[in-house]
């Protein structure tokens, strides 16, 4: 019974470090996009095309 307290207790601790390292990721501008959106409309126009 104790093994369950030790691996709920390591769970907690690896999913706070994911959530921090997220949190920091999002903060330092990590998922930020300058470029695509820029070129996206150039290319819009092919894509509709192709599904037809």
């Keep these: 019974m104790n093994i369950l307290y030790i691996l ?4 907690l ?3 706070l470090i994911f959530l921090a390292m997220f949190i920091w990721a999002v903060r330092t501008g990590q998922y930020d996009d300058n470029y695509t959106p820029s070129v ?3 290319f819009e ?5 192709r599904k037809d």
């Design 40 to 42: 996206r409309i150039l």
């Design 13 to 15: 601790f690896a999913a």
């Design 45 to 49: 126009d092919d894509e509709e095309q």
């Design 8 to 11: 709920i207790g390591v769970s």
